[in-house]
């Protein structure tokens, strides 16, 4: 019985993964083998599609085409890396202070800025896209980077996760450095952030995920496509050039996953931290 | 005297912030929360006319309904599948953190570089289709029968179970060993201890949970849109689909009552969550 229920975690683990390894796949084939096997959606031919793990002769031509041939899909690449680097240096810059303040200081009105933070962390890209535009638009900030990246690095996330490290550190340690006469900032850059390190990590591993696969607001705010981020780009690759979206997938996915893997074990606080309760 | 130096240093840290967040989100949405009372052609003041039209309005009918019937669907769905898994894995703790990186995968995954799998498994001639011919199942059109709702059940609940799952994990850790020791010295089946135990011990958290597992709910959107682009089956259009669209023809008036309605709902569901945390703090 004990058994069975391992088989079915595996199998539950295995099917979360797969696209992985089907993307990995999709990207060591030559086009001749990925047609082949699409060919029913491709061509309306009969039968099924089908899919292997192992191609049958490995290639990294996908890729070099991709890398060598494709000078739009670097254009694109750059913006992403433009995006995700932008917003995150600007919410360290801004919302680790912030996060302090508001753990460490007691004021008044402190409460109703928190439940304002926690309102905005939630609120769905949907409900704020039409302030967001009218914004921007006065702003001059339409179908531009900067018009995608200042929003994002005052999102109250970092904030809010970041804060609840920073919440738990013991006040006692704070008042032996003021009693030896250390001001404000001392405290927060020489015990504040490397005590809450841990926390700002997980807001930048989450983060990282999150703008890396940013797809609404470009999609909204951006209309010139040398702006476009890849998430924008992999989309518009029709299914006849299969081979090569693969590799680009492929290309996408990497970075994400090695955030993922250097970073898990923050990933998991950080997404722990958004549940414990105040 | 020092509350008010204690404000002041709280200030200087929190400043930056807060004015940024002013400028771009708060004020912004202040605007719209006017202007939905608002005609935005003639500037008139309109009263309850913009909420009275997206309410009478079939396409956010449509949309407002498949978004309720699909938060209705998927997430009991989720709530019990994390749970289960989580159970079974902290029953074990071998290749515990291996198991638990395999669910949570999903999460780090860029939606643009799985589109083209999702292309692929729900093709009518495609590979989920495949598989259910291997036990003589008849094929499902997706993309074009209400079986599309199911493509939006199927993307969620991919990316949102390691989450769970690590929520539940962190849940159930916190439970006491030693009451689990004794309720076994006293006969108790595993059964028994997991209706008696774990269950009442994961009360807490299960509302949090469900209100986390709703707010990503709202990105499903993103799979909906790369899979099906602008008007999806009508099973899988969603206020999110209807937003973009109202978007894409500028219908200013609409937008701004409805970011006020979905607004409102979603902060009811806020304050309750946190009314639940301070009751249990």
């Given at each position: 019985?004990?058994?069975?229920?391992?088989?079915?975690?595996?199998l539950?683990?295995?099917?979360?993964?797969?696209?992985?390894?089907?993307?990995?796949?999709?990207?060591?084939?030559?086009?001749?083998?990925?047609?082949?096997?699409?060919?029913?959606a491709?061509?309306?031919?009969?039968?099924?599609?089908?899919?292997?793990?192992?191609?049958?002769?490995?290639?990294?031509?996908s890729?070099?085409?991709?890398?060598v041939?494709?000078?739009?899909?670097?254009?694109?690449?750059?913006?992403?890396?433009?995006?995700?680097?932008?917003?995150?240096?600007?919410?360290?810059?801004?919302?680790?202070?912030?996060?302090?303040?508001?753990?460490?200081?007691?004021?008044?009105?402190?409460?109703?800025?928190?439940?304002?933070?926690?309102?905005?962390?939630?609120?769905?890209?949907q409900?704020m896209?039409?302030?967001?535009?009218l914004?921007?638009?006065?702003?001059?900030?339409?179908?531009?980077?900067?018009?995608?990246?200042?929003p994002?690095?005052?999102?109250?996330?970092?904030?809010?996760?970041?804060?609840?490290?920073?919440?738990?550190?013991?006040?006692a340690?704070?008042?032996?450095?003021?009693?030896?006469?250390?001001?404000?900032w001392?405290?927060?850059?020489?015990?504040?952030?490397?005590?809450?390190?841990?926390?700002?990590?997980?807001?930048?591993?989450?983060?990282?995920?999150?703008y890396?696969?940013?797809?609404?607001?470009?999609?909204?705010?951006?209309k010139t496509?040398?702006?476009w981020?890849?998430?924008?780009?992999?989309?518009?690759?029709?299914?006849k050039?299969a081979?090569?979206?693969?590799?680009?997938?492929?290309?996408?996915?990497f970075?994400?996953?090695?955030?993922?893997l250097?970073?898990?074990?923050?990933?998991?606080?950080?997404?722990?931290?958004?549940a414990?309760?105040e | 005297?020092?509350?008010?130096?204690?404000?002041?240093?709280?200030?200087?840290?929190?400043?930056?912030?807060?004015?940024g967040?002013?400028?771009?989100w708060?004020?912004?949405?202040?605007?719209v929360?006017?202007?939905?009372?608002?005609?935005?052609?003639?500037?008139?003041?309109?009263?309850?006319?913009?909420?009275?039209t997206?309410?009478?309005?079939?396409?956010?009918?449509?949309?407002?309904?498949?978004t309720?019937?699909?938060?209705?669907?998927?997430?009991?769905?989720?709530?019990?599948?994390s749970?289960?898994?989580?159970?079974?894995?902290?029953?074990?703790q071998?290749y515990?953190?291996?198991?638990k990186?395999?669910?949570?995968?999903?999460?780090?995954?860029?939606?643009?570089?799985?589109?083209?799998?999702?292309?692929?498994?729900?093709?009518?001639q495609?590979?989920?289709?495949?598989?259910?011919?291997?036990?003589?199942?008849?094929?499902?059109?997706?993309?074009?029968?209400?079986?599309?709702?199911?493509?939006?059940?199927?993307?969620?609940?991919?990316r949102?179970?390691?989450?769970?799952?690590?929520?539940?994990?962190?849940?159930?850790?916190?439970?006491?060993?030693?009451?689990y020791?004794?309720?076994?010295?006293?006969?108790a089946?595993?059964?028994?201890?997991?209706?008696?135990?774990?269950?009442?011990?994961?009360?807490?958290?299960?509302f949090?949970?469900?209100?986390?597992?709703?707010?990503?709910?709202?990105?499903?959107f993103?799979?909906?849109?790369l899979?099906?682009?602008?008007?999806?089956?009508?099973?899988?259009?969603?206020?999110?689909?209807?937003?973009?669209n109202?978007?894409?023809?500028?219908?200013?008036?609409k937008?701004?009552?409805?970011?006020v309605?979905t607004?409102?709902?979603?902060?009811?569901?806020?304050?309750?969550l946190?009314?639940?945390?301070a009751?249990?703090?």
């Open positions: 019985m004990k058994k069975l229920w391992s088989a079915v975690l595996w539950l683990a295995l099917i979360c993964v797969f696209p992985i390894l089907f993307v990995a796949a999709g990207s060591l084939m030559g086009s001749t083998e990925v047609k082949e096997l699409l060919g029913p491709l061509s309306g031919r009969k039968g099924y599609v089908s899919w292997k793990l192992f191609p049958q002769y490995p290639t990294l031509k890729y070099v085409e991709l890398l041939d494709t000078p739009g899909f670097f254009v694109m690449l750059w913006n992403s890396v433009k995006i995700t680097g932008g917003v995150l240096a600007g919410q360290l810059l801004v919302g680790v202070p912030a996060a302090w303040g508001l753990a460490r200081f007691s004021f008044p009105g402190r409460k109703a800025v928190f439940t304002i933070y926690i309102a905005l962390m939630m609120m769905p890209f409900v896209m039409l302030s967001n535009y914004m921007l638009d006065r702003l001059g900030l339409l179908d531009t980077l900067a018009g995608i990246i200042l994002a690095v005052f999102s109250t996330f970092p904030v809010f996760i970041i804060y609840r490290f920073f919440e738990g550190l013991p006040e340690l704070m008042e032996s450095a003021r009693l030896d006469g250390a001001g404000e001392i405290i927060f850059w020489k015990i504040g952030i490397p005590l809450g390190s841990p926390g700002i990590i997980s807001a930048m591993v989450l983060g990282f995920l999150e890396w696969n940013l797809l609404e607001q470009p999609m909204a705010f951006l496509k040398e702006l981020p890849l998430s924008l780009f992999l989309p518009s690759i029709d299914m050039q081979g090569g979206a693969f590799a680009a997938s492929a290309v996408v996915l970075p994400a996953l090695m955030v993922f250097a970073g898990q074990d923050y990933l998991e606080q950080g997404i722990i931290s958004t414990v309760k | 005297m020092r509350k008010r130096k204690e404000a002041l240093k709280a200030l200087m840290f929190l400043l930056p912030s807060a004015a967040v002013c400028l771009f708060i004020i912004p949405y202040l605007d929360i006017k202007r939905s009372f608002f005609s935005a052609v003639s500037g008139e003041f309109m009263g309850f006319h913009n909420f009275r997206i309410f009478e309005n079939q396409a956010f009918r449509l949309a407002a309904g498949n309720l019937r699909f938060f209705g669907v998927c997430i009991p769905i989720l709530v019990t599948l749970l289960l898994v989580s159970v079974l894995l902290t029953r074990e071998k515990l953190q291996l198991k990186s395999l669910f949570l995968l999903p999460m780090a995954i860029p939606v643009a570089s799985v589109v083209l799998i999702w292309k692929l498994l729900f093709h009518s495609g590979l989920l289709n495949h598989f259910l011919s291997l036990f003589s199942v008849e094929g499902v059109d997706w993309m074009n029968t209400e079986a599309s709702f199911w493509v939006l059940i199927i993307s969620y609940i991919w949102n179970l390691g989450y769970d799952v690590v929520l539940w994990v962190a849940g159930i850790s916190g439970i006491s060993a030693s009451l020791e004794a309720a076994r010295v006293d006969g089946g595993e059964w028994m201890c997991f209706w008696k135990i774990t269950m009442p011990n994961l009360m807490g958290s299960l949090t949970i469900v209100v986390l597992s709703l707010l990503n709910g709202f990105k499903v993103r799979e909906a849109y899979v099906a682009g602008d008007y999806p089956q009508q099973d899988m259009y969603l206020l999110q689909h209807l937003f973009n109202w978007y894409r023809d500028l219908s200013i008036d937008m701004a009552a409805a970011a309605v607004g409102a709902v979603i902060m009811l569901l806020i304050l309750a946190q009314r639940a945390w009751k249990e703090a």
